[in-house]
């Protein structure tokens, strides 16, 4: 636990080696952490993407940060809540996952991600935030390659959910 960071703030605003983005299939931009990540990095990041042809749900797909103070951005699709049926929770674990596979394969040490799918995508906020820390945790149990992970969350539902699942 001792890799694992807990912040309240605006991921755009990390100084990391990546952020990861909550993005959408088409990876175009869109509304919540996407488009606020979007608008900080500017329209190149937008033509970044285009020529990435979307990404499938779990998958990842990475970027320079252009004018975002991290160096990378890391853009992972997670599921859209139908109720938890038809493995939404192992596609949002494989999201997590594959953005620190990618990082790694990157050679980036330091990351920080959002809620993933808790917003319109409607997972449920404290299921999302236990996946994302048991992905987390169980890779870097098996992985010494990160310096830090960082659970950036905005707002003040979330940072409790993650600071009483951390015992922080």
């Known amino acids: 636990m001792d890799r694992i960071q807990l912040l309240q703030g605006d991921i755009t605003e990390m100084h990391v080696d990546a952020i990861v983005n ?12 996407d488009g606020a990540i979007h608008r900080a ?38 599921p859209v809540w139908h109720g938890g049926e038809i493995g939404e929770k192992q596609q949002l674990a494989s999201a997590y996952q594959n953005s620190l596979i990618l990082a790694k394969e990157h050679k980036l040490k330091t990351i920080a991600f959002p809620n993933i799918s808790t917003g319109v995508y409607a997972f449920p906020k404290e299921l999302a935030a236990k996946i ?23 707002d003040d539902e979330n940072y ?5 699942l951390l015992n922080v």
Do not use: M
């Open 132 to 154: 994302a820390i048991q992905t987390v945790l169980e890779f870097l149990d098996d992985d010494d390659w990160f310096e830090e992970v960082t659970f950036c969350v905005y």
């Open 41 to 78: 990095a500017g329209p190149k990041l937008k033509e970044a993407c285009a020529k990435l042809n979307g990404c499938e749900t779990g998958q990842a797909k990475i970027t320079t940060a252009y004018r975002l103070p991290s160096r990378y951005v890391i853009h992972t699709v997670g």
């Open 22 to 33: 909550a993005a959408n299939r088409s990876l175009l931009g869109g509304g919540g952490v």
């Open 160 to 164: 409790k959910i993650y600071q009483d």
